[in-house]
């Protein structure tokens, strides 16, 4: 599976958009990009995938560069409960069920 | 909503004990995973299983190590003889490709925290 590399920590304001940036620039044709975050203490939790084209659902809007090699995850109104590490995983399709996880972002949601 | 139970949320062990964690996945999810995580070494996957035939469990130590699912409702953990080294939370996910999409989320239990002194 390609490698994902993300910052390792963002702050945001309460009520603002987060932003959280990822590059995955060795991506293959069939490799879908995956987003979980893991608030403390807690297993980690499914956010959004995507395979090429921008995803929305009621947690955050996935946006995927044309070329693959980046995307963004964003969490369109931030509160203090969004505070979690956030980890963008690059896995492969059809029969590989993998998901490595990598370091993540530290998202701090500020008052 | 649906969840992954994992028991016990807490273990405390002696080194050399048994430890034996559990995990009942979502009802009707055929691929588990286990998940170990510390400090140090961040998420790291240690077996996984589709049908409840194991699949990769590369990363399992596996002179100490075993996994197991007996049953569709039942994923165990178990590691004899424990070692202070194998403090660590344990995450049991389930998931399905039966929903429409090859690809789907998986969904994490709440660990069991081990603690082997």
């Known amino acids: 599976d390609a490698k994902t590399t993300q910052p390792p920590s963002m702050d945001c304001a309460e009520g603002r958009a987060a932003n959280l940036p990822c590059n995955h620039s060795?991506?293959?044709?069939?490799?879908?990009v995956y987003w979980y975050r893991q608030i403390h203490s807690q297993g980690p939790q499914y956010i959004i995938h995507?395979?090429?084209n921008n995803e929305t659902n009621e947690m955050a809007s996935l946006i995927i560069t044309e070329d693959r090699k980046s995307s963004t995850l964003i969490l369109p109104h931030a509160t203090l409960r969004d505070t979690a590490v956030y980890y963008c995983?690059?896995?492969?399709?059809?029969?590989?069920?993998?998901?490595?996880f990598g370091k993540g972002t530290l998202l701090t949601v500020n008052p | 909503d649906a969840r992954v139970t994992q028991t016990p949320r807490h273990k405390v062990t002696e080194m050399g004990q048994e430890v034996t964690m559990r995990c009942q996945p979502i009802?009707?999810?055929?691929?588990v995973f286990w998940y170990r995580q510390t400090m140090m070494q961040g998420l790291e996957l240690l077996a996984y299983?589709?049908?409840?035939?194991?699949?990769?469990d590369s990363g399992m130590p596996k002179d100490r190590f075993s996994a197991e699912m007996p049953d569709a409702t039942l994923a165990t953990l178990k590691i004899q003889p424990s070692e202070p080294r194998d403090s660590a939370v344990y995450f049991c996910?389930?998931?399905?490709?039966?929903?429409?999409?090859?690809?789907?989320?998986?969904?994490f239990g709440s660990g069991t925290r081990l603690t082997v002194v």
């Open positions: 995507g395979l090429k």
């Open positions: 299983f589709r049908n409840r035939a194991p699949l990769d």
């Open positions: 009802l009707g999810h055929n691929t």
């Open positions: 060795t991506i293959s044709g069939n490799e879908y």
């Open positions: 995983i690059v896995r492969g399709g059809g029969s590989n069920y993998k998901l490595t």
């Open positions: 996910a389930s998931g399905s490709r039966d929903r429409g999409s090859l690809n789907y989320g998986y969904t």
